[in-house]
């Protein structure tokens, strides 16, 4: 199997030349010989990569450390969980991952449009093929998984202690599905331009695959969120680390491509913007993956330097030069069939969104370049830390939340004064409620008192339009509530689904201005000792050491801290954290000792305990940080992930009649 699945991975790379060779002649000459050549060749490179996946694997689960890579990332002794998980944690590993997938959406692509938007499949099939084609290409001259050792040890170096964690096993795989869903919209945005078909048309296929990519890509970033978080041990989720932007980017630009892609559809307006959108969306992707590979970044994330980080590079240049050529030939084909009537409309509103979305964009892509330009230009490299980050892009945020409220409530073309005062009265009252009351709570941080009574607000809009839809039905129907909530989103997933991922956001913003309570604590104790605190809500806690104790298991030496917690004199509990040495298969120590978080989880707040050290026999050195509304956090990424799924689900015109809905119900929602 690993001999097949190395050879496969050159079989793979023949496969998408020619796919990439006889899909561009066969669209240029309208050949549909070599179209449909093409298209066979990309199910072949997908077949392929398959067996060049398989055959990494196998290498993996049998520790076969005459491969470089294995012998590199993992142990004789290592889980299997993560032999498996291992395939994608180092550079070349990971490069096939991206490979395998990007081949299955290809493959997925061209299966799926066999029989529509076939002027454009040509290209569309072999920008894709074109794609893979680099990525095989780098694997096989740049970075292979299957190198050999000029000699085979007796055990590997084992996995990063940081990747032995549940985590790997799904934030990596969910991103990489995120990153790479860019490439399909991509190239249909490439196909529209050199066809120049750039009607409504191409925009159905794109929003659905765009969907996909904001899907995974919001997954996975709340996975990462999490697994941060859980493993390692400053106390936060976020940090603004460049990798972290890097995934960050491309999710705005997704965002606010499927904000102004209702406007297009709608008014027929921001076609170049949607164009613009579409493609910076993948070419962030890539450069994200750039500065991940080559070493110009320092990072928790990143990959060591290589000479793959120059193929990026490449790929990247290649790309911007073909997409801004291609866009700027084309603008008199993208032209607006309508304008903007009114700045106090529902199309303003988007538009402000995305010059939001875009302008944090600008100002994450900003800092997380700024080191590599003024170490170019200066020799010296400058750090841009999280308070730049906070201080541009909390005050954007905050607008952005402000817009997710009025948005839905504001009316096509021109909106009246009688709509405003409609639409806006309740949403309104219940935001200031909403921060009054905190106020009158004892809520001074300003930041906070801004950001809830927004949430508030933009509860109050989504309450308001949940309720007149149901309302409507109700009417119309006489169904109960529950059943008419449940036919209003399956009858509109597009409008209902996205409000229900307007509902996470608030949540998400609700659960980060909750850091600004956030208390910390640095205590040393020996055992039988005990330290008292007080959270942000006022409660008294004491922790009492019950010592320390070290013991041996699975793949390493664990050094441990308990402490039985109290809450207001009541034991709530006992909360755990650990210092970890992992050896491999010989005893021999490998990486440096790893720290294990111990946390004790709650809605209000969670209590973060890390081991600093150990002194002597039995004293430990830590930190307790009480931090509020942690679990909101994972709560609000849920719901944005169950209403982008709503949003994704198939809502065919037909089978309205088929399930005995009135299609007569729609104005009426609309007008609801």
């Not at 009417?475 to 209902?496: F, G, T």
């Amino acid at each position: 199997m690993i001999l097949i699945g190395e050879l496969s991975l050159w079989v793979a790379l023949l496969m998408a030349a020619w796919g990439t060779t006889v899909g561009f002649a066969g669209g240029h000459y309208k050949r549909p010989e070599l179209i449909a050549s093409a298209e066979r060749a990309s199910y072949a490179t997908f077949g392929f990569l398959l067996l060049a996946a398989l055959g990494l694997w196998t290498a993996l689960l049998h520790s076969d450390f005459s491969f470089r890579y294995v012998a590199s990332y993992t142990s004789a002794n290592l889980p299997s969980v993560y032999k498996v998980t291992a395939f994608w944690a180092g550079q070349s590993g990971s490069l096939l991952l991206w490979a395998f997938i990007l081949s299955g959406y290809s493959a997925i692509a061209v299966w799926t449009n066999r029989s529509r938007n076939r002027e454009l499949m040509p290209y569309v099939t072999a920008t894709l093929s074109a794609i893979t084609l680099f990525f095989v290409m780098t694997l096989c001259f740049g970075s292979n998984p299957y190198a050999r050792l000029d000699w085979i040890p007796p055990d590997g170096t084992g996995l990063n202690p940081q990747l032995q964690n549940p985590g790997m096993a799904i934030h990596p795989p969910n991103l990489y599905l995120g990153y790479i869903g860019t490439a399909i919209p991509f190239a249909f945005a490439i196909a529209a331009l050199i066809t120049r078909r750039l009607d409504a048309g191409w925009l159905a296929a794109v929003r659905r695959w765009t969907l996909v990519s904001w899907f995974f890509n919001t997954t996975g970033i709340i996975l990462g969120m999490w697994w941060a978080y859980v493993e390692l041990g400053w106390g936060g989720y976020w940090a603004w680390d460049p990798v972290e932007n890097a995934s960050f980017l491309p999710w705005l630009v997704n965002t606010a491509f499927l904000h102004s892609i209702m406007v297009q559809e709608k008014r027929g307006m921001l076609r170049k913007w949607n164009v613009t959108l579409v493609v910076s969306a993948f070419l962030l992707a890539i450069l994200g993956t750039f500065i991940t590979r080559s070493g110009v970044i320092s990072s928790v994330h990143s990959f060591a330097q290589s000479n793959v980080g120059t193929w990026f590079l490449s790929f990247l240049v290649l790309a911007i030069a073909v997409t801004v050529y291609l866009v700027s030939t084309r603008l008199n084909d993208l032209e607006a069939k309508a304008e903007l009537e009114s700045l106090v409309s529902r199309e303003a509103s988007f538009l402000f969104n995305n010059l939001l979305l875009v302008g944090i964009a600008f100002a994450v892509l900003w800092g997380t370049l700024f080191p590599i330009l003024s170490e170019a230009v200066t020799n010296n490299k400058i750090t841009v830390g999280p308070p730049f980050f906070n201080k541009v892009n909390v005050p954007l945020g905050l607008a952005l939340l402000a817009l997710t409220g009025i948005g839905p409530l504001i009316a096509w073309r021109r909106a009246s004064a009688e709509n405003l005062k409609r639409q806006f009265t309740g949403p309104v009252l219940v935001g200031i409620t909403t921060g009054a009351a905190l106020f009158a709570f004892g809520m001074r941080d300003f930041g906070a008192l801004v950001a809830y009574t927004l949430c508030g607000f933009v509860t109050g809009t989504i309450v308001q339009e949940f309720w007149k839809g149901v309302g409507a039905r109700r009417r119309m129907y006489s169904e109960n509530a529950v059943m008419a909530l449940v036919r209003l989103v399956a009858r509109n997933r597009r409008r209902y689904g996205g409000y229900i991922v307007h509902v996470g956001i608030v949540i998400l913003f609700a659960a980060f201005a909750g850091l600004a309570f956030k208390e910390e604590f640095d205590v040393t104790l020996k055992g039988g000792e005990n330290y008292a605190a007080v959270d942000p809500y006022g409660n008294q806690w004491r922790f009492v050491s019950q010592g320390v104790s070290r013991y041996d298991e699975l793949n390493r030496q664990t050094t441990a801290v308990l402490l039985d917690a109290f809450r207001n004199g009541k034991r709530v509990g006992v909360i755990k954290t650990e210092k970890r040495q992992y050896m491999d298969s010989r005893g021999v120590p490998t990486f440096q000792p790893a720290t294990e978080v111990g946390i004790m989880e709650g809605i209000r707040e969670d209590v973060y305990v890390v081991l600093a050290g150990v002194i002597g026999e039995d004293t430990a050195e830590m930190r307790i940080t009480f931090n509020p509304l942690v679990w909101w956090v994972w709560y609000g990424g849920l719901i944005m992930a169950i209403g982008g799924l709503i949003v994704m689900w198939p809502q065919a015109e037909r089978r309205r009649a088929q399930a005995g809905y009135s299609t007569v119900l729609q104005p009426a929602e609309q007008k609801a």
